[in-house]
């Protein structure tokens, strides 16, 4: 095998344990599988989930709720993101859960909905800050009432979105506390129209991890899941809760194709960005940027093989990248080496490396990596 990302479904299980342990029992949680789980493969994570007791997953995209539905997973899925009109004959056929923030697609919801004699749940999703989907605040009693009195269409709840809710900075959690507060009042206008905002829910990871106040009826924590701390309690005195932990649930591991020595003086790769300064073995590792390793780190990261770390040396490139083995080495050919994750470090010291974020660089590793889904170490 080239190139596979092990997927460690027990690490996204003992993430998932930390999230319910931290928000209580009474609490849903709604498990991010957008963009084929973060890359890791959204159906095995549903179905790791399921048998976790969790029951609700959210997708971005039409095609990916069809391909869950085909993958047996018979679950609510909320679809996050604003689909097309051409889409609700496909929202409908396949039972999806739409987050709605405007009254023209609440109408042609409810117009498809009862031409096909059925009855779609939405939520109603309120723009409180960050500026992106979601309805105004003050319009939101209105679209609620819409929503109620369409007979296609079940008022299932009522969501928001955080823009800076895994940060520590004090203006943004300043930022974060008017969002919540700016959805309360919104929750309260609903009310006093006389329609019950069902479940209400407005907690991504960093939300989970540092605004209590946010997690209302359900939660929707993405990364951490994955394994991935983007924010740290730790730095607000006084923090009520106990430090969450996360492990990180996949390693991109690829195989030592060739090792070959390369003289005092001679480049390697595309670029001639790096010239050997001593007599050197290198190996040439079967993975490249098309595999989702960022052309970025070159010469910024490293690979480890059994257990030893060897700089990357030279261009990534497409298929391939190599590291220095030094002039003495117990390296051999077909020896596997983890490019992040399990024995290396981790996606998220990857994507600062490369002045990125950690879900850029495992939602990057390409359909070429094979998953294989393993419950050790
Ligand atoms: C992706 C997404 C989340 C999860 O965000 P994380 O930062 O990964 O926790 C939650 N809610 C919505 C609407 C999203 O699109």
Known sequence: MRTK?????????????????????????????????????AIEIAKTSLKAGVFCFGIAAVEEGIELRKGGIKAPLLLFSQPHFKEIPAIIYNG??????DSEFIT?????????????????????????????????PAL??????????????????????????PADIAYTKLQIVRFKEALESI????????????????AVILHPESWFDMVRPGIFLYGYKTADESKIPG?????????????LRCTVVLIKKVKKGESVSYGRIWTAEEDTNIAILSAGYADGLPRL?????????????????????MDQCCVDLGAETDVLRWDEASLFGGSAPDAGALAASVGTI?????????????????YTP
């Open 5 to 41: 990302a092990i997927i460690y479904l027990n690490h996204f299980l003992e993430n998932l344990l930390a999230v319910k342990a931290r928000i209580g029992i009474n609490r849903h949680i709604c498990i991010p599988v957008k963009a084929d789980g973060y890359g890791h493969g």
């Open 144 to 169: 609620a009432q819409q929503i109620n009195k369409s007979a296609g269409l079940k008022y299932m709840g009522t969501a928001t979105h955080f823009a800076v809710s895994d940060s520590t900075d």
């Open 239 to 251: 923090f009520p809760f106990e430090r969450l932990k996360a492990k990180p649930v996949m390693e």
């Open 96 to 101: 999806l859960i739409p987050y709605v923030s």
């Open 108 to 140: 042609a919801l409810n117009d498809q909905a009862k031409l096909r004699k059925s009855k779609i749940p939405v939520h109603l999703k309120i723009d409180t800050g960050m500026g992106r989907l979601g309805c105004l605040t003050e319009e939101a």
């Open 297 to 317: 780190a070159s010469s910024k990261w490293q690979a480890v093989i059994n257990g030893k770390n060897y700089p990357l040396v030279g261009r990534i490139c």
């Open 191 to 206: 009310k006093s129209a006389g329609i019950e905002p069902g479940i209400v829910n407005a907690a991504n990871s960093g």
């Open 358 to 374: 950690p879900y850029e660089i495992t939602c990057g590793i390409n359909k070429r990596v094979e998953r294989v889904n393993m």
